[in-house]
């Protein structure tokens, strides 16, 4: 029996059909009554950052994020404040610390905007911490409920990699707008005229960025823990350049809804990215999340428009043979592509569209990745080697290369 086809609330209200789903993040068949930890997908990316008032401002201006709910001082939060916003299918929670004792000060303080929680919604969130527990992992919530007027809420909590957890949610006995303690919110916000309606409707993937010899570990914790199964490995020539190089490993749930790359840096010449994003981030954490998009063109374009800026593809990207050779034909030409820095990429299965974003906050950490998929369940392999040439160029202008 396969659950590729049953939506999520999330997606479902998102106005998503699983043929568009399919195209956006490209799920595959599976049977969910095997798995021993059964992820019914993405429940919500819990960020940390030094304002939270701003930040969730940026994502709903410049993303076109929606604010669906609201957690602060005037409604008995005195920790801090929290907003969950909304594009299709995905949800951030933006947290910013309000009591200056706040633990998220603190986290704020040593890692500076990041992910603190990539959070997943599960059918059963005792057989999930069961089975983690039995293989392992570190409990960091055990199983317990939380209620209010709207329904209870069960979840849990497991330790990953640095301080990043996995909060499970099963919120199938809740309508509320987020959780208890959050009440609902919206924003007096107003898009500009002509602002689509929303600039990604999905969360494809999210990369992990882990310390030198720690890949394989971490690789095999999502195995054993949570029943992931490998997708990919990019290694040697495939993923370096004259100056730097890492490894990468490709892990996901059974129907592919959630994926986890997960990257460690190897010996180069000079300092990887991934060396730059474990020095200022001090330590282990989520890099970037890749947004799908079904129009990569508008949304890049529209995202210009609010003053979103992305690495810059040369020229000389789209004039290789070799390039023009392999990928074929596309849905747009390739001078479309590059007019706006857009790499693409084919494989067995069909063809992708990505490009990345500079970094979000003020250290060089987390960004953001936008991708179109046209069949294709890869990583843009094809274009490592460019994409790293670009991010070696800010490196070295930002001193750290």
């Known amino acids: 029996m396969s659950d590729t086809t049953e939506l999520t609330e999330q997606e479902r209200d998102a106005d998503l059909s699983a043929e568009q789903l399919q195209q956006l993040v490209g799920l595959v068949e599976y049977d969910a009554e095997k798995d021993p930890f059964p ?3 993405w429940d919500a990316i819990v ?3 030094g304002n939270a008032t701003q930040a969730a401002r ?6 076109g994020m929606v604010l669906e709910a609201y957690s602060g001082p005037e409604n008995g939060n005195r920790d801090h404040k929290a907003f969950v916003l909304r594009s299709g299918s995905i949800r951030f929670v933006i947290k910013g610390g309000v ?3 706040s633990p998220l000060l603190d986290h704020q303080r040593r890692h500076g905007d990041g992910v603190v929680d990539i959070s997943l ?3 059963d969130v005792d057989r999930c911490i069961a089975q983690a527990k039995k293989a392992g992992a570190t409990v960091v919530e055990e199983p317990h409920d939380i209620s209010d007027e709207h329904g209870t809420v069960r979840l849990a909590s497991i330790a990953t990699y640095g301080e990043t957890r996995h909060t499970i949610v099963d919120r199938s006995k809740y309508d509320g707008p987020y959780l208890p303690g959050y009440v609902a919110r919206t924003s007096t916000f107003t898009k500009r005229e002509g602002a689509p309606k929303r600039i990604f409707q999905a969360l494809d993937h999210i990369v992990g960025n882990v310390e030198m010899g720690k890949m394989d570990e971490w690789v095999a914790f999502y195995n054993r823990v949570m029943g992931f199964v490998n997708m990919a490995e990019f290694i040697g020539d495939d993923i370096a350049t004259d100056y730097s190089a890492l490894m990468s490993k490709v892990v996901a749930n059974g129907n592919h809804r959630v994926k986890f790359p997960l990257n ?3 010996a180069g010449k000079k300092k990887s990215q991934i060396d730059e994003y474990l020095d200022f981030y001090r330590g282990p954490g989520a890099q970037h999340l890749a947004l ?7 949304t890049v374009d529209e995202l210009r428009k609010e003053g979103v800026e992305f690495l810059a593809t040369p020229d000389s990207y789209y004039e290789d043979p070799e390039l023009r050779a392999r990928i074929g034909e596309v849905r747009v030409p390739i001078e479309e592509l590059k007019s706006r820095g857009i790499l693409v990429d084919r494989d067995e299965d069909g063809y992708l569209l990505q490009i990345f974003t500079r970094p979000l906050g003020d250290r060089p950490t987390v960004f953001f990745e936008l991708i179109e998929r046209h069949g294709s369940l890869g990583f843009g392999k094809g274009n490592f080697k460019a994409l790293f040439v670009a991010l070696e160029r800010e490196q070295d202008i930002r001193g750290n290369l």
Do not use: K
Not at 58 to 63: D, F, G, R
Not at 292 to 298: E, F, H, M, P, S
């Open 292 to 298: 799908a998009t079904n129009d990569i063109l508008r």
């Open 121 to 123: 919604e599960v059918p």
């Open 39 to 41: 992820v019914t997908g």
């Open 58 to 63: 940026y994502y709903m201006s410049a993303w």
């Open 264 to 266: 460690e840096p190897a």
């Open 47 to 49: 960020f940390v950052v």
């Open 99 to 101: 009591d200056p004792d």
